[in-house]
C-alpha cells in the first residue's frame, strides 16, 4: 500500500519550514502488525494534509510508503492485509522519516540481521526515527538508542532493560524524544506520534488543526490541549485502569476473568470495559491475552520447559490451546518459535 498526499501544507512565514522538497515518509510493518498504528500515522499525513490544504496553501508535500523486509502482503492483528513495499525496492536516500509500527512480529523482526543492517546504513541518511510500543526492540536492536531515553509498553519495560542495557529508560513518558528519535508507550497511539511529528515540522497551529479535522477525541499529550479541559474525574478512572493492569500481570497464571478484574476496582464490567479500551487501545480480554502469549513467548525462549508446563505456568491451561493461539496470532507453533529463536 502506498499512500500519496497530493496536497500541500505550508504555515506563511515559518522559517522552518523547506518548501522545495517532499517529505517521504516510510511505515516499516512486519506480521501481526496493528493496522491502527498504519492507518492512524497514514491518516495525520495524508487526510490531514488534504483537509488543511485550503487554510495552509503551499508547496511542501508528504508521501507515505508501507514498507516490510521483503514486500509483498503483511497480514495485520485485524486479520486484513496490507500490501507493502520491500526494503530493497527503495532508495537509501528517499526517506525524511522511518516509523517502525507495533506488532508481535517485532519481537522475531529485531534479531533478523538483514534488517538490522538496512537500518543502521538508513540511520544517517534520514531525518527521524520513530518507533511505537512494540517497535522500540527494533531500533534498540539497531543500536539507536545506545545512551538514549526511550520508552515502550509498561509491561515490557523490563524486558527492553534487559535486552538493550545501554538505554535509559523513561518508565512515565507516553511519548519520548531524543536526538531525533521518537519512541512511544503503547499501540494505537501513531496518530498522536505523527501528531507530534507533524507539530515539529509546521508548527502547533497546523497539528492542532490536523487533529480537529481527524476528530481526534482525546490527544495524548504531555500537556493538555489549550482548548480542551481534562475531565476532573479522568485521573482516578486513569489510575483504576492502571491498577487493573497490574492486577492482570500479578494474577495472569489463574483463571481469571475480566469480572473479577472490574470487581477489583469497583466499576461496573460495562463502564471497566469501555473505560479500559479508552485507557489502553486493547479490550481488557485482549490484554491479558496478549500479556499470557509474551510471556509464554518468554519462557519459550529462555527455558527448556515443555509447552504443556508452560501454558499452566501462564494462564493458558494446556500446550494444545497455546498452540492454536499461537498458529492464530503468530503464525507457528510454539515447538518452531522455539526452534527458530533458539537454533542450537
Not at 498504519?38 to 508501507?66: H, Q, W
Not at 520513530?130 to 522500540?136: D, E, L, N, P, Q
Not at 508507550?185 to 506520534?193: H, I, P, R, W
Request: hydrophobic share 40%; charged share 20%.
Amino acid at each position: 500500500m502506498d499512500i500519496e498526499c497530493i496536497k500541500t501544507l505550508e504555515v506563511i512565514g515559518d522559517s522552518r519550514l523547506d518548501t522545495s522538497s517532499t517529505r517521504h515518509i516510510g511505515i516499516i510493518v512486519f506480521e501481526g502488525v496493528v493496522l491502527a498504528d498504519v492507518v492512524g500515522a497514514a491518516d495525520v499525513f495524508c487526510i490531514g494534509d488534504k483537509l488543511m490544504s485550503t487554510v495552509f496553501p503551499g508547496t511542501t508535500r508528504y508521501s507515505v510508503s508501507v514498507l516490510s523486509i521483503s514486500g509483498g502482503m503483511i497480514m495485520s492483528s485485524a486479520s486484513v492485509q496490507i500490501m507493502t513495499s520491500s526494503l530493497a525496492s527503495v532508495g537509501t536516500h528517499q526517506f525524511d522519516t522511518l516509523l517502525i509500527a507495533s506488532g508481535t512480529g517485532n519481537f522475531d523482526a529485531y534479531r533478523d540481521p538483514d534488517l538490522i543492517a538496512w537500518l543502521q546504513q538508513m540511520r544517517s541518511k534520514v531525518r527521524r526515527v520513530a518507533a511505537i510500543c512494540t517497535g522500540v526492540f527494533v531500533i534498540g536492536a539497531a543500536g539507536f538508542l545506545n545512551n538514549r531515553r526511550a520508552t515502550t509498553h509498561w509491561a515490557l519495560l523490563d524486558k527492553l532493560a534487559r535486552e538493550f542495557p545501554l538505554i535509559k529508560i523513561d518508565r512515565e513518558a507516553q511519548i519520548s524524544e531524543d536526538d531525533g528519535i521518537f519512541t512511544s508507550c503503547d499501540v494505537g497511539m501513531a496518530t498522536d506520534l505523527a501528531l507530534r511529528l507533524l507539530e515539529n515540522d509546521l508548527g502547533p497551529t497546523v497539528a492542532r488543526r490536523v487533529a480537529q479535522s481527524l476528530v481526534v477525541c482525546q490527544r495524548r499529550r504531555d500537556t493538555p490541549t489549550v482548548n480542551q479541559a481534562s475531565p476532573t474525574n479522568a485521573p482516578v478512572k486513569a489510575s483504576k485502569i492502571h491498577k487493573a493492569s497490574l492486577w492482570f500481570v500479578e494474577h495472569l497464571a489463574e483463571s481469571i476473568s475480566v469480572v473479577d478484574a472490574a470487581n477489583y476496582v469497583s466499576m461496573s464490567e460495562r463502564n471497566f470495559v469501555r473505560q479500559f479500551k479508552r485507557e489502553t487501545g486493547q479490550t481488557p480480554h485482549d490484554f491479558l491475552l496478549n500479556l499470557r502469549l509474551e510471556a509464554v513467548r518468554q519462557q519459550l525462549t529462555e527455558t527448556d520447559l515443555p509447552v504443556d508446563k508452560i501454558a499452566r505456568r501462564c494462564g493458558l491451561f494446556s500446550g494444545e490451546h497455546v498452540a492454536k493461539l499461537f498458529r492464530k496470532h503468530m503464525w507457528t507453533s510454539p515447538t518452531e518459535y522455539r526452534k527458530g529463536i533458539r537454533p542450537n
